[in-house]
């Protein structure tokens, strides 16, 4: 074990001006004064917009604080999570603020898990309280007696806007769209309604500590089931202060972010949501990004400055034609993360809009961000950029030494912004975190002379099917629940689109099993993106000497 040896920090030379090699102190306790701090200074200022209707941060100040009081006259205490299955409309930030607010962990909760998904996070962080949309409700009944919720409190997409448009939207989403599946759900509180009951109560304010709990993160790590990242007040403000070091000196007059990635996703979370607050920047919430036409409307409106997305992301963007006409005068930064940029989507990227793509890169278990690029980054490099300031990391090869430039080896990194560790997960938690608090991540790096980091490969099997973790042993474990099915074994291959895709290689156990049979039994009990996008029937499938299939070996022959 050699962590003695130390990286030198060559990338320091090349950071832009002004950026500094460490961040001070945090000026914080937590996140609860950060954001109270910001309502105050930017109070007439638009914080959120989603569907035409806005949000000052006077009342997004107001809102939160009575949706806080309302969990506090729940009765439950300090450090209770609260899950919150939302996607990217103005109640989300309302919530999330109110929980922290009542001193609780936010836990966020994918709203197109199914059953078992949402089960197994729910009893694993042992939420007593969910914020759910009307549209997930039915997978809730399916679980929620299996759960320790307590109190549910139901949304409508529509919920937050004015009479009449509130109830046009929800009425077409559930009777004309057919988006919402019928559900009985007993007991349970709307949104509003507990709003107006915070609105009679007084927020007793919780003093919380920057080791305090902020947010249970899921991600499945490296392995396996879901684990609950612990991020701390100070793992979030500190990264929030490393991105601000990092962009700061580049970003100039009143901000406006285009947030299309999930909130409940920690990349957005952090960037969007938590770090522009610090700009008094606006947040324009676009609910459903799969619909491109409508999210083109949406651009054609605003004036925005910073566009953060996945390659994905970007790539459907650029073959919109309104698209491609739209003005991008006032684009300041195009921050790119979750999974690899491809070189053709970024040149094209810069060639309409004038702006080059800054390619980061972060871990859940990392708050997220742990690299990026410069602000200053004029072409495309197929980097993920050098570590932001007060980040240190190490490429290490197999017995953990530092490994030369150039040379690939895992990536490991030690920082204000790393998770404590996994929650309930003590032995998770020490194959992830070493007794030095380097926290490895499973990714296969070089560090070249000038101190830019590069993503080889990953150690781990997982597939990153657009930014989203895929685990194949999770798919596996769901298609051999088939009688039909002898065998199986999951890999991602390449994919142009959503940078991998899943396939499913099957031995039958009967003759007439079809691809379909297979997709649509996943399609019961997976999200949509973990669901084999390709099967391929063997006779048999290549295994190492103690009869453990070789995914490797499948992997490289789909590359042929």
């Known amino acids: 074990m050699n962590h003695h040896q130390e990286q030198e920090k060559i990338w320091l030379a090349q950071y832009p001006d002004r950026v500094p090699p460490e961040i001070d102190r945090l000026p914080y306790d937590n996140l609860n004064d950060f954001f109270e701090e910001k309502c105050q200074q930017f109070t007439d200022g ?48 309302i919530a999330m603020f109110g929980i922290l607010r009542a001193g609780m962990v936010v836990v966020n909760v994918n709203p197109r898990y199914k059953p078992q998904e949402l089960q197994h996070q729910l009893c694993d962080c042992q939420a007593e309280v969910i914020v759910i949309c009307d549209f997930s409700a039915h997978v809730l009944q399916a679980v929620l007696d299996k759960t320790n919720v307590r109190h549910v409190i139901t949304t409508k997409i529509g919920d937050a806007l004015p009479f009449p448009k509130s ?5 077409y989403l559930k009777y004309i769209a057919k988006k919402v599946p019928s559900y009985t759900l007993h ?61 700061g000196p580049n970003m100039d007059g009143e901000q406006f972010v285009v ?10 979370l952090t960037i969007n949501c938590l770090t522009f607050l610090n700009y008094g920047a606006t947040n324009l919430l676009i609910t459903n990004p799969t619909d491109i036409p409508a999210f083109v409307s949406e651009l054609e409106k605003y004036p925005f400055t910073v566009l953060v997305g996945i390659n994905t992301l970007f790539n459907v963007l650029l073959h919109n034609h309104r698209f491609q006409k739209l003005d991008f005068s006032t684009l300041q930064l195009s921050f790119c993360g979750g999974m690899p940029t491809q070189e053709d989507v970024a040149n094209r990227w810069q060639k ?18 742990i690299s990026a690029n410069p602000l200053t980054t004029t072409a495309f490099n197929g980097s993920i950029g050098m570590p932001l300031p007060s980040t240190e990391i190490q490429i290490r090869d197999k017995e953990n030494n530092l490994v030369g430039l150039d040379t690939p080896g895992q990536l490991f990194v030690r920082g204000p912004q790393v998770m404590s560790g996994y929650w309930r997960m003590p032995d998770e938690t020490a194959h992830a975190l070493d007794e030095n608090g380097w926290l490895s991540s499973g990714d296969v790096a070089t560090l070249d002379a000038q101190g830019y980091l590069r993503i080889v490969d990953r150690i781990k099997d997982m ?36 940078g991998e895709a899943v396939k499913a290689y099957v031995i039958k156990e009967v003759d007439d099993l ?18 084999p996008k390709y099967i391929e029937f063997r006779d048999f499938l290549p295994k190492s000497v103690v009869g453990k299939i070789l995914r490797r070996e499948l992997r490289d022959e789909s590359k042929i």
Not at 85 to 93: K, R
Not at 167 to 171: P, Y
Not at 259 to 268: E, Q
Not at 514 to 531: H, M
């Open 167 to 171: 109830l046009l939207i929800n009425f």
């Open 352 to 369: 309409i809009t004038g702006k080059a793509i800054v390619e980061g890169y972060g871990l859940t278990e990392a708050s997220p961000v």
């Open 514 to 531: 079809s691809e379909n049979e297979i997709k649509d039994f996943c399609r019961e009990r997976l999200t949509g993106y973990k669901i």
């Open 46 to 93: 638009t914080a959120f917009i989603n569907m035409g209707q806005s949000l000052t941060y006077n009342e997004l100040e107001k809102q939160s604080r009575h949706f806080a009081a309302y969990l506090q006259f729940l009765g439950l205490e300090p450090g209770a999570r609260v899950a919150l299955m939302c996607v990217n409309v103005l109640q989300y930030p």
């Open 259 to 268: 947030t299309a990635l999930p909130l409940y996703h920690v990349f957005a």
């Open 187 to 247: 007991q349970t509180v709307c949104f509003k309604q507990a709003l107006a009951k915070g609105a009679n109560l007084s927020l007793q304010k919780v003093k919380l500590s920057q080791e305090d709990l902020a947010f249970l993160q899921y991600t499945g790590g490296t392995t396996g089931v879901a684990k609950g990242a612990m991020l701390s007040h100070g793992n979030l403000l500190a990264n929030i202060m490393q991105i601000i070091a990092w962009v």
């Open 463 to 498: 597939i990153l099917v657009s930014g989203f973790n895929v685990y194949p042993t999770e798919v596996e474990e769901v298609i051999m629940l088939m009688p039909e099915v002898e065998e199986v074994a999951v890999v991602g291959i390449t994919h142009k689109e959503t």
